[in-house]
């Protein structure tokens, strides 16, 4: 049987399937490496890292399973980052990652002097997109920008890697602050703001499109034939793809390192107030996106302060106290994006008493989690969508008791897809369809991906959490101005 293998290049590990054609899980593994945070609020990553991850991640996924059967490789990867080549195809310094909160004011700048960005990208400028960064890069790091020979995101560093071609897809792209969404093409007007020139930036392709074949190096290194290579996808619209999110309206929240609400549209639209991304989707229309930065990683700090290992032992119980929880959490750990676009927003827990248990705090980090995607999924209804059902994926979706805060937080039934690697598995099903196993995406979707579970919303505990969801909001609000004199 033909198989393919689907990466998802996240911000802590890299997750590699092994997927049959009938869309059979057949092998998985996973890969971590480091994020570095040079100062307060920075984030970065060495892209070399990603490869050595990759590299032996595959070997070790192809160890049991012949190797020549392999047919494609799709990519799924975190969004927004700046990798910078130099003429020698050498990476000039390290990756600046989507969470990177440096570039405030170039955000400022953009936002300000732009008077029509939204009109030349459907989006207005956030903290992690790629645009700011390049002029941060521009007037921090003079020496280093002018010798950018090639601009590429994350996951297209590892396609130019294993195939040698340049080429983004539209999703990635999208977020960069750079294309022109509804054009879906560079924006001249950004480029030259950004000091850019087109032959810098990748050649753009549908994320089902072949990029190349893999390189003699890694087909030898893997034992394989000749394998084609997907362009890809950023993460959220792989793991859309992966999850079944292929049709208009439909909604996708992932629970990884951010947290995303992701809703599917075949035309083309604009949040009025830019508090949703606008970007082209994996299946070649569109979506609509809110975005938060902390997700997940909320409980692994949390975790982590604690000195815990045993996650479910912490979560135990802690449904009793659901929608009577005292305590609440802002979940701001790196600024925030949707719908704030906060970089100075900072986390804080709030509420406590003598009284207040470990338990109790745990419960609140993952409702404060859920009342920010709660932010994003109101922002999605006021632009006339109808969200009454995500599917949800991401690590944190492993969680029963995160499952059932999201159903009743937000109000929605919650579907849990069969293989819950939603970006990994959506680029293998990039791959098949870059082979020609599947006329389409949607065709994919259709044969490939069902679900295993619906949590249904409890109507008690959704009313119980109304009210702590606006206790929420208040205290955001009410904070705003004392975290930018932080």
């Given at each position: 049987?033909?198989?393919?293998i689907?990466?998802d290049?996240g911000?802590?590990?890299?997750?590699?399937?092994l997927?049959g054609?009938?869309?059979k899980?057949?092998?998985r593994?996973?890969?971590?490496?480091?994020?570095?945070y040079?100062?307060?609020?920075?984030?970065?990553?060495?892209?070399?890292?990603?490869?050595?991850?990759?590299?032996?991640g595959?070997?070790?996924?192809l160890s049991?399973?012949?190797?020549k059967?392999?047919?494609?490789?799709?990519c799924?990867?975190q969004?927004?980052g700046?990798v910078?080549?130099?003429?020698?195809?050498k990476?000039?310094?390290?990756?600046i990652?989507?969470?990177?909160?440096r570039?405030?004011?170039?955000t400022?700048?953009?936002?300000?002097?732009?008077?029509?960005i939204?009109?030349?990208t459907?989006?207005?400028a956030?903290?992690?997109?790629?645009?700011p960064?390049?002029l941060w890069?521009r007037?921090?790091?003079?020496?280093?920008?002018?010798?950018?020979?090639?601009?590429?995101?994350?996951?297209d560093?590892?396609?130019?890697?294993?195939?040698?071609?340049?080429?983004?897809?539209?999703?990635?792209?999208?977020?960069?602050?750079l294309l022109?969404v509804?054009?879906g093409?560079w924006?001249?007007?950004?480029?030259?703001?950004?000091?850019?020139?087109?032959?810098?930036?990748?050649?753009?392709?549908?994320?089902?499109?072949?990029?190349?074949?893999?390189?003699?190096?890694?087909?030898?290194m893997?034992?394989t034939?000749?394998?084609?290579?997907?362009?890809g996808?950023?993460d959220n619209?792989?793991a859309a793809?992966g999850?079944?999110n292929?049709?208009?309206?439909d909604?996708?929240?992932?629970?990884?390192?951010?947290g995303t609400?992701?809703v599917?549209?075949d035309?083309?639209s604009?949040d009025?107030?830019n508090?949703?991304?606008?970007f082209?989707?994996a299946?070649?229309?569109?979506?609509?996106?809110?975005?938060?930065l902390s997700?997940?990683?909320?409980?692994?700090?949390w975790?982590?302060?604690?000195?815990?290992k045993?996650?479910?032992a912490e979560q135990?119980g802690c449904?009793?106290?659901?929608g009577a929880?005292?305590?609440?959490f802002l979940?701001?750990?790196?600024?925030?994006r949707?719908?704030?676009?906060?970089?100075?927003a900072?986390?804080?827990?709030?509420?406590?008493?003598?009284d207040?248990?470990?338990?109790?705090?745990?419960?609140?980090?993952?409702?404060?989690?859920?009342?920010?995607l709660r932010?994003?999924?109101?922002?999605?209804r006021?632009?006339?969508?109808?969200?009454s059902?995500?599917?949800?994926?991401g690590g944190?979706?492993a969680?029963?008791?995160?499952?059932?805060?999201?159903?009743?937080?937000c109000?929605?039934k919650?579907?849990?897809?069969?293989v819950?690697?939603?970006?990994?598995?959506?680029?293998s099903m990039?791959a098949?369809?870059?082979?020609?196993a599947?006329?389409g995406?949607e065709?994919a979707?259709?044969?490939?991906?069902?679900?295993?579970e619906?949590i249904?919303?409890d109507?008690?505990v959704?009313?119980?959490?109304?009210g702590r969801?606006k206790?929420?909001?208040?205290l955001?609000a009410?904070l705003?101005?004392?975290f930018?004199?932080?």
């Open positions: 049987m033909n198989t393919y689907g990466i290049l911000t802590s590990a890299v997750k590699l399937l997927v054609e009938d869309g899980v057949l092998a593994e996973s890969r971590v490496y480091p994020v570095m040079p100062h307060s609020g920075w984030s970065e990553q060495d892209p070399d890292e990603w490869i050595s991850a990759v590299e032996s595959i070997s070790a996924l049991d399973f012949g190797p059967d392999v047919k494609g490789i799709g799924g990867g969004m927004h700046l910078a080549l130099d003429g020698d195809d990476v000039i310094r390290p990756c990652l989507w969470n990177d909160g570039t405030a004011k170039e400022e700048f953009i936002n300000s002097t732009v008077k029509n939204s009109d030349l459907a989006n207005i956030f903290a992690g997109f790629t645009a960064k390049l890069l007037d921090n790091e003079p020496r280093n920008f002018a010798r950018i020979k090639k601009i590429m995101l994350p996951k560093y590892l396609t130019y890697r294993l195939t040698g071609e340049f080429c983004t897809d539209f999703s990635d792209a999208s977020g960069t602050l022109d509804k054009k093409d924006s001249e007007d950004m480029c030259r703001l950004c000091g850019v020139k087109r032959e810098q930036l990748p050649k753009l392709l549908q994320s089902y499109e072949r990029a190349g074949a893999l390189k003699k190096k890694y087909a030898d893997w034992g034939g000749e394998v084609i290579v997907a362009a996808a950023g619209a792989a793809v999850t079944g292929v049709h208009d309206g909604c996708t929240i992932s629970l990884g390192t951010s609400v992701f599917s549209q035309n083309f604009v009025a107030n508090a949703l991304h606008s082209r989707h299946n070649g229309k569109f979506h609509l996106m809110g975005c938060i997700a997940a990683s909320c409980n692994a700090w975790m982590d302060v604690l000195g815990a045993d996650m479910p135990r449904e009793q106290r659901m929880n005292d305590v609440i979940p701001y750990l790196m600024g925030e949707s719908p704030h676009n906060d970089v100075n900072r986390c804080a827990f709030i509420g406590m008493r003598p207040t248990t470990r338990a109790d705090m745990t419960l609140a980090v993952m409702e404060g989690v859920a009342f920010a932010d994003c999924v109101e922002v999605a006021t632009n006339g969508l109808v969200v059902r995500a599917k949800l994926c944190g979706a969680s029963p008791l995160w499952r059932a805060v999201i159903a009743d937080v109000g929605l919650v579907d849990i897809p069969l819950e690697e939603g970006p990994a598995y959506g680029a990039l098949m369809t870059a082979c020609g599947y006329a995406v065709e979707a259709a044969a490939l991906v069902s679900t295993k619906t249904e919303p109507p008690a959704c009313a119980a959490y109304e969801y206790l929420f909001r208040a955001y009410a705003k101005d004392t930018a004199r932080w």
